[in-house]
């Protein structure tokens, strides 16, 4: 009995409808189409990808479906290889479609694996560019204009209609993935409706607040844009997002909007180091620095604490425990709890970024592990940055309202003390009688000393020969030429 010949259509980091090559490309086949979503066990249980992830990514899934009205694409739960070998005992397939993904070392893995099984197969695998992302790229003479002609390039209609009326219902029951069962929580959904509407709101109100409010912890939250999760997980297309802001009128807001357009080719230049330099993933991308990560032991007492909250310093604690309940932070408080963990806890790179790829809704290798070497100081062609949480504090949130809101144990400490409460004298503290429950009376390490002890180790391994030797090779290869943006 002859098979049915099909289309596969691979959905990934491309949970949208408009602006997608591989969709567009598979419907102009018009053979009939299996739109999948693979939950790959392995790959969710990388300690990168948690169950928060897993919710914002089901109601991508189902916004997608409701906008075709009907079940068209499929959230299968299954290891990639069984699910193709599968589908080729069951079907003729003539392509898988998909956009190349620019994931963690496991999904690179994955993929050379797969090509190899589709080689054998006789399977062709039509991939498409991940936007602005140029895969095998030897260095950067010509991304940058090429980045620009493609955020400007028009956006092709997708004929959604005719996708709909060629996808197959699903011919693998038995794996069909389900919804995260999650409590009540504070995290971001998602949905291609969702994050248009967060753009909306964005571009037509809160980008008022933009400048003012993107490196403080609590106002960023309503001030910055919020769209780092629909682009994660690509509800929304950069070039949607870029377009929308280009042609939309501001009045008054003119730099705003610029600096805004602005991260949104830094993210494809992060991306674009990380597809070039999977190892950002697993070592300091400067090897001058390798021995300076490995003289750092693990300290799970430290680890633990930094994880929950638990450090004694006010701000970096309020931090890890709204991203714990939240799945978000702003940049400036991201680069912070980087800083204390690599610099001042003096911990291991790769536990502490694992840790935090995990917690962020908004998880994008290619920006997650290049921005954790660079806070770590680990570049040797960026500035060494030793955040001082206590000026950050002092300086992002004056009156430690948003300390309090994260900490209650700290919610009778007046203002004056609330960034460093254990300068309050032993006398006050008693004749007040104030009560803090398990939070550290103390930081559980001394501050001057750790950021000295840093400061000196960095710094003399930045200087070193072997350290400028990697430095000129990570120019030549992750920059513009004639443009310093590492």
Known sequence: MSRTAINILWFKRDLRLEDHAALRAAVGQGLPILAIYLKEPTQWQQPQHTPRQWQFVWDSIEALNNALGKTAIHAIEAEAIDFFTAAHSAFDIKGIYSHEEIG????????????????????????????GIARGLKNRQHWLKNWYTEIHAPITPTPV???????????????????????TNYFQRGGIHRGHKVLQ?????RITQYARSISKPRESRRGCSRISPHLAWGTISVRQVFQHSRDFNVPGSKRNLKA????????????????????YEHIPINRAFIP???????????????????????????????????????????????????QYLWLPFKPGADYL????????????????????????VNTIRIYNPIKQSQDHDPRG???????????????????????????????????????????????????????????????????????????????NPGRREV
């Open 104 to 131: 963690i070392q496991w999904t690179f893995d994955r993929d050379k694996a797969l090509k190899k099984w589709f080689r054998e197969q006789r399977i062709t695998w039509h991939e498409y560019p991940t936007f």
């Open 161 to 183: 209609t005719a996708f709909k009326d060629l996808t197959l219902a699903c011919p693998f029951p038995h794996w069909s993935a389900k919804a995260s069962e999650l409590p």
């Open 201 to 205: 709101s964005f571009l037509e109100e």
């Open 260 to 279: 805004f357009q602005d991260r949104l080719r830094w993210q494809s230049h992060f991306m674009q180091k990380f597809e070039s330099e999977v190892a």
């Open 292 to 342: 300076v990560d490995a003289s750092k032991k693990m300290d799970p007492v430290a680890f633990e604490a930094w994880k929950e909250g638990y450090t004694g310093v006010p701000l970096v604690d309020a931090c890890m425990r709204c991203l714990k309940h939240t799945g978000y932070l702003n940049f400036r408080m991201r680069a912070m709890v980087v800083s204390f963990y690599s």
């Open 357 to 380: 790829a995990g917690c962020f809704t908004d998880f994008e290798p290619g920006i997650h592990y290049p921005q954790f070497q660079m806070q770590s100081g680990y570049t040797g």
């Open 401 to 479: 309202i948003f300390i309090k809101e994260w900490i209650p144990e700290l919610i009778d400490i007046p203002e004056e003390f609330i960034h460093e409460p254990w300068n309050i004298p032993p006398m006050q503290w008693a004749m007040e009688g104030w009560q803090t429950g398990k939070y550290p009376r103390e930081p559980i390490v001394d501050l001057q000393k750790a950021r000295k002890h840093a400061s000196d180790v960095l710094y003399a391994t930045k200087k070193s020969k072997n350290s400028r030797i990697e430095s000129v090779r990570i120019l030549e290869r992750h920059t």
